[in-house]
């Protein structure tokens, strides 16, 4: 009886850890998708993988110490002049925690205009899984410079 739980038990475990793995992949995706759709000027792409939410809240804190609360509407049509300008982004240090259909996500972001310039921030994603996919309902982005 007591191998029988043992092995229960273990099973368990194990399924749970593949779901995390899986949950924690299909965020990081959406997170990279969102980064991708911004850059290519991809509005439809972009929006969808956005919730708006009454308590969603973006807020941009740039590099020289000035902040900016940007309407959370903006995410779903931004003006078309913000977005589109290309370039590329890689997002690392994925740090993150999943609280059943709740989970927030930081991450750091390495994003290359097309002319090369770099920009560098710290990045705080606030996710919710809405009908069976995950959204962005917010997200505070932190400009810094590389030491």
């Known amino acids: 009886m007591q191998k029988m739980f043992f092995l229960l038990l273990l099973l368990s475990s194990a399924l749970s ?3 995390q793995q899986k949950e924690e992949a299909t965020i990081i995706k959406l997170l990279e998708k969102e980064s991708a759709t911004w850059r290519s000027g991809d509005i439809k792409g972009h929006a969808a993988c956005w919730a708006i939410k009454p308590y969603s809240r973006i807020l941009y804190s740039a590099g020289d110490g000035s902040a900016v609360d940007i309407p959370p ?4 049509n931004p003006p ?10 890689m997002n690392t240090n994925y740090k993150m925690n999943i609280s059943g259909n709740n989970a ?3 991450h750091n972001e390495e994003s ?3 002319d090369g310039t770099k920009t ?4 705080l994603r606030i996710v919710e ?3 069976g996919r995950w959204k962005l309902v917010g997200q505070s982005i932190h400009t810094y410079k590389p030491q």
Do not use: H, Q
Request: positive net charge; without cysteine.
């Open 17 to 19: 850890g593949y779901s």
């Open 73 to 76: 509407a903006m995410m779903m």
């Open 80 to 89: 078309v002049d913000m977005v589109g300008k290309g370039g590329s982004s």
């Open 104 to 106: 927030w996500v930081s």
């Open 112 to 114: 290359t205009a097309k």
């Open 120 to 123: 560098y921030t710290y990045e």
């Open 129 to 131: 899984k809405i009908k």
